[in-house]
């Protein structure tokens, strides 16, 4: 898990990160470190990594107007109640001596600091009550920068606990200014109802307008679906920065056929550090294609959590709306039993819905594929080119299935369709590349399998041997990610 806020201060910009890994026995190993940058739009601008020392985590600089700079952060809720502050030295790491400046207004977990010096005070404002239903934003503020700092009678400033709005979960909030002076809070949370258990796109960022007048608390509208507030900018899309517009303006969702010189795009995200050769774009062997070369391990890899050094062969792109599709085309023509690619809904190891095709034993086949007769004769340990769904998470999930791929689909680049057909349930299809009539649907299941923790899914393929020997490439394209609908209330 990385935590992570980039912060501005006399033209360089700071970007302090909270790493938090897990070791082959699942033992936590964390690491607190900043970077700095002139120019954040530029990677080739970016230091160096400087690390401090801190056992928490939600560290965050904070620069004060004697010079003084001090880190803020907060402790998980088994250690203690509490946020802590240091003086420190961003240019070595160097901190001082950690002492507590508040304890939250009683709600678990107060954590996610943020210090905003207004009107001669220090305002604190912080997350408590936990990430989930319980979430809330609490604010105290203090004459001095170390305290002590006093409650807002009104805590918690901003929740949406114990409400029926779409939008829960609601907190760790930030302030800032826009360019004409008004107050706005961004925070976290959930399209999720209250019954909190179809969430796939995980905490989103949400915000709202704030009255802040001189010298008073701060006053936040609350998170609704439909917000009114401050006057919105107009949009702007020339801004710098080397990655696309993702659904903004006229650029809607994907169309990518990894055409000869192009690269991949910067919103397409790999699980675990990838192994650059097994991503190549537009190989001479299959021009306008990503060509996959297969991870031994599969998505669910080792044993959930862990996966070794020698990556799992995956990218996808998050789900950015409540209703989309999402579909590729896949040429791949595999000789060892267990070779597979496909798509898939991918949340974490432990958390996936996946349809692959497959070399399987002609005895695997659970049904035949919709439309088609499920032939029981000849060898049943033939191996046979199948569509399989798999799935892995903490509730229920829908029984395998493997259906053989049609007689005259063989040997032919097929299309695999991922789609949310409604708020809780994705449809997972397939067919013949180039004819959309004839995809048909395997199965539909519920999104509650990959709604848990604190992100969102990605939609992306993949490619495995499932734990043995074949090498066999897949070709990936027409990559499509169509938004339709998104709900917000």
């Given at each position: 898990?990385?935590?992570?806020?980039?912060?501005?201060?006399?033209?360089?910009?700071?970007?302090?990160?909270?790493?938090?890994?897990?070791?082959?026995?699942?033992?936590?190993?964390?690491?607190?470190?900043?970077?700095?940058?002139?120019?954040?739009?530029?990677?080739?601008?970016?230091?160096?990594?400087?690390?401090?020392?801190?056992?928490?985590?939600?560290?965050?600089?904070?620069?004060?107007?004697?010079?003084?700079?001090?880190?803020?952060?907060?402790?998980?809720?088994?250690?203690?109640?509490?946020?802590?502050?240091?003086?420190?030295?961003?240019?070595?790491?160097?901190?001082?001596?950690?002492?507590?400046?508040?304890?939250?207004?009683?709600?678990?977990?107060?954590?996610?600091?943020?210090?905003?010096?207004k009107d001669g005070y220090y305002y604190l404002l912080a997350a408590e009550g936990g990430t989930g239903l319980g979430h809330m934003v609490t604010m105290a503020r203090s004459k001095s920068i170390g305290g002590p700092y006093q409650s807002n009678p009104l805590n918690p400033v901003l929740t949406n606990a114990n409400t029926t709005n779409y939008f829960q979960t609601v907190g760790h909030a930030d302030l800032f200014q826009d360019a004409s002076g008004n107050w706005w809070c961004?925070?976290?949370?959930?399209?999720?109802?209250?019954?909190?258990?179809?969430?796939?796109?995980?905490?989103?960022?949400?915000?709202?307008?704030?009255?802040?007048?001189?010298?008073?608390?701060?006053?936040?509208?609350?998170?609704?679906?439909?917000?009114?507030?401050?006057?919105?900018?107009?949009?702007?899309?020339?801004?710098?920065?080397?990655?696309?517009?993702?659904?903004?303006?006229?650029?809607?969702?994907?169309?990518?056929?990894?055409?000869?010189?192009?690269?991949l795009p910067a919103h397409f995200t790999y699980w675990r550090y990838p192994i650059e050769s097994s991503y190549i774009v537009s190989p001479p062997e299959n021009p306008n294609s990503l060509r996959l070369i297969p991870s031994k391990l599969n998505l669910t890899a080792l044993n959930g959590n862990y996966a070794g050094p020698d990556g799992q062969t995956f990218i996808g792109r998050r789900q950015q709306d409540t209703l989309f599709s999402y579909s590729v085309e896949l040429d791949f023509q595999p000789t060892e039993e267990e070779e597979e690619a496909g798509v898939t809904v991918f949340l974490t190891q432990n958390h996936h819905l996946d349809l692959g095709v497959v070399l399987l034993p002609a005895s695997a086949s659970t049904q035949a594929f919709p439309g088609q007769n499920l032939t029981t004769g000849g060898n049943p340990t033939d191996l046979k080119l199948q569509f399989r769904f798999r799935a892995m998470s903490y509730v229920a999930v829908p029984t395998d299935i493997v259906a053989p791929v049609p007689e005259d689909w063989l040997d032919k680049p097929l299309r695999l369709e991922i789609r949310a057909a409604n708020m809780t349930h994705y449809s997972f299809s397939a067919g013949p590349a180039g004819s959309a009539f004839q995809t048909k649907n395997l199965l539909y299941a519920s999104n509650d399998a990959v709604s848990w923790g604190f992100t969102g899914v990605f939609l992306g393929v993949y490619s495995t041997s499932n734990g043995r020997t074949g090498n066999t490439p897949a070709y990936i394209s027409n990559w499509n990610y169509t938004p339709e609908v998104q709900f917000r209330d």
């Open positions: 898990m990385i935590e992570t806020r980039q912060m501005l201060r006399g033209g360089t910009t700071y970007d302090p990160i909270h790493v938090l890994l897990l070791d082959s026995s699942n033992s936590v190993l964390g690491s607190k470190i900043i970077f700095k940058a002139q120019d954040p739009f530029n990677p080739e601008s970016w230091t160096d990594a400087v690390h401090f020392e801190f056992e928490g985590y939600d560290t965050e600089p904070f620069w004060d107007d004697d010079g003084n700079t001090y880190i803020n952060g907060a402790h998980a809720w088994k250690i203690g109640p509490w946020i802590q502050q240091a003086e420190a030295d961003l240019n070595t790491g160097k901190v001082g001596e950690w002492r507590t400046i508040w304890n939250g207004t009683g709600g678990m977990a107060p954590e996610g600091p943020h210090i905003y010096h961004v925070a976290l949370g959930t399209r999720s109802g209250p019954e909190w258990r179809n969430f796939p796109m995980g905490r989103e960022t949400v915000m709202t307008s704030v009255t802040w007048n001189e010298g008073e608390w701060p006053y936040f509208t609350p998170i609704e679906g439909k917000m009114s507030g401050w006057e919105m900018p107009l949009e702007n899309l020339d801004i710098e920065g080397p990655g696309p517009w993702i659904s903004l303006g006229e650029i809607e969702g994907d169309a990518f056929d990894f055409s000869p010189n192009s690269a």
